[in-house]
């Protein structure tokens, strides 16, 4: 058994459409700098770094070599890691492991991307297969487009359903000043006269069939940054820190089209993993909230299904019943979500902060049951349906 | 930055199961997949290790598949993009799907010939169509044909 280890502090710079304003290593160094702010440590606190974006996104390689001064990487250990979607978390998984490890007591890692800088679809076929899968594949959205045609088809879910989801992220968005895409007419509108609105809406182009702008995360620029430390640290380092439970990751398959479609495979292993480790036995009822990189609108019905919150097929109904919006029983995403907000190599690693800063009872006007949050679970995704999980706790784990 | 006139500098092995796949369709226009002994998945394409298993597979193993099969998933892409492999915008809208041959349990991907959202559906049935002139390359099937 390694050591206990919490997060600390939390950092993320406002997630824009393009922040022309600064350069990678300036976008890297805004996110660092509040992250210590928040935890109250300068850099030479910090032990150790991890780090990663989608390296081939900006056509840069090398990102922990380049970015050292603005990491504050100079003359310490680190490590880049870069898995794609998944990545923010990794590099959390990675800090949470360094530490765990007895190794090192104060870890930082950084998540960051400009995708304004860079051809978010041309970048993500290029991690295909070049002769197997490159000549046919239509990029990320095409990719999740074809999950949901078999969602629909094994269980009849409808547009309308889609749209309520995306609903949820962009309300939930609405109380998140870090997030990208603020929808300000949406306000004050019940959610199913949203769901008419985008479905009805002729604005709303057809991307690749069935799903439609509104279903899609935007390209955002962004980066994050979480401190993890020690048991023994921690406790002085922040006043509630939140404890990381357990983590695990699963991934399957090389070719796409080898990925079984009916089920997201791997999200739904390691989240049995890690409510075995946690000893969690009723998700749903356990899980005060959760952030989750759902990438689409009918990820949102399908993977909380995989995770074990509600049986195969249930998810549009745990939907419409309200339960995973900010008062429900569950609350998805207070945060907005990755359809809110999609800097892609800080994404997944958002998830786990703003997971944190509900435990530690810090997330503002996005905070959820009055801050009496004891475990919170984050998710991130990448591209052939691997998954990262991360569960968060209020109290020390056993 | 635009790579229209540009070649890319870049060889990609298939290895010896990949390029026999390869030979098949273009000298026979035959598609196979390989069978792993141990969890009798078949393989579309064959490659040299069953992921279950983590047995490898040789030569041997490779079977004969349909050139007919389901549409497991599918997608008509609507948005235009730049093709990173040609530097050239590809043609919007075209239908991706995800084929699982009869007898096999993987699916190839690949596009179809219609973008008819009545016919573009998971269950329909389908058909390959293969080019007249073939190369060795994946797109010596041209399309898979909605029966």
Request: aromatic share 8%; proline share 5%.
């Amino acid at each position: 058994m390694g050591k206990r280890v919490a997060i600390v502090g939390f950092g993320q710079t406002y997630q824009r459409s393009s922040r022309k304003d600064v350069n990678g290593v300036e976008l890297i160094n805004e996110a660092v700098v509040t992250a210590l702010a928040d935890a109250e440590l300068t850099i030479r606190d910090i032990d150790a770094i991890v780090i990663g974006n989608m390296d081939h996104f900006e056509g840069i390689n090398y990102v922990d070599m380049w970015s050292a001064e603005g990491s504050g990487a100079v003359m310490k250990p680190v490590i880049k890691v870069c898995t794609g979607g998944t990545t923010g978390t990794t590099v959390a998984m990675c800090a949470y492991y360094h530490v765990a490890s007895g190794m090192f007591d104060r870890v930082l890692a950084i998540g960051w991307e400009k995708n304004s800088e860079s051809d978010t679809t041309g970048a993500i076929i290029t991690a295909f297969h070049p002769v197997w899968e490159r000549p046919t594949l239509g990029g990320a959205v095409a990719g999740l487009a074809i999950e949901a045609s078999k969602y629909m088809h094994n269980y009849g879910a409808t547009e309308r359903d889609g749209a309520r989801v995306a609903v949820r992220e962009r309300l939930h968005a609405l109380n998140n000043p870090y997030a990208h895409l603020h929808q300000e007419w949406m306000k004050g509108i019940p959610p199913e006269k949203l769901v008419d609105l985008i479905v009805g809406s002729e604005q709303n182009a057809m991307l690749a069939y069935p799903l439609r702008m509104s279903d899609m995360c935007p390209r955002t620029d962004g980066a994050a940054a979480v401190i993890f430390a020690a048991e023994g640290k921690a406790e002085k380092i922040a006043p509630v820190p939140a404890w990381v439970h357990a983590t695990a990751n699963r991934h399957n398959f090389v070719y796409a089209g080898d990925v079984d479609m009916d089920r997201n495979t791997t999200i739904a292993e390691a989240s049995k993993a890690v409510f075995k480790k946690a000893g969690v036995k009723e998700p749903l009822k356990e899980i005060d909230v959760c952030e989750l990189y759902l990438p689409y609108s009918y990820a949102g019905l399908k993977w909380i299904e995989d995770i074990g919150f509600c049986a195969y097929g249930e998810g549009p109904r745990l939907l419409w019943d309200g339960v995973t919006d900010m008062d429900g029983e569950l609350p998805i995403n207070p945060s907005g979500g990755v359809m809110s907000s999609n800097a892609i190599g800080a994404t997944a690693l958002i998830r786990v902060g703003e997971a944190a800063l509900q435990v530690m009872g810090r997330a503002g006007a996005r905070q959820v049951k009055g801050g009496d949050v004891n475990l919170a679970f984050a998710t991130g995704f990448g591209g052939c349906y691997w998954g990262d999980i991360m569960l968060l706790g209020k109290k020390k784990p056993a | 930055m635009s790579s229209g006139e540009a070649s890319q500098p870049f060889n990609w092995s298939v290895g010896k199961h990949g390029s026999y796949f390869l030979q098949q369709l273009r000298d026979k226009r035959k598609i196979v997949g390989i069978k792993c002994p141990g969890c009798q998945r078949v393989y579309v394409p064959p490659r040299p290790v069953c992921g279950h298993c983590f047995k490898g597979l040789t030569l041997d193993d490779i079977i004969p598949v349909s050139d007919e099969g389901t549409v497991y998933v599918c997608t008509i892409v609507q948005f235009g993009f730049v093709d990173p492999s040609t530097g050239i915008q590809r043609p919007v809208p075209y239908t991706w799907a995800f084929v699982k041959l009869d007898g096999a349990d993987t699916c190839l991907t690949h596009f179809l010939d219609s973008t008819d959202p009545e016919k573009v559906k998971v269950g329909a049935r389908v058909k390959a169509v293969f080019e007249e002139k073939r190369t060795g390359n994946l797109m010596d099937i041209k399309h898979f044909a909605v029966l």
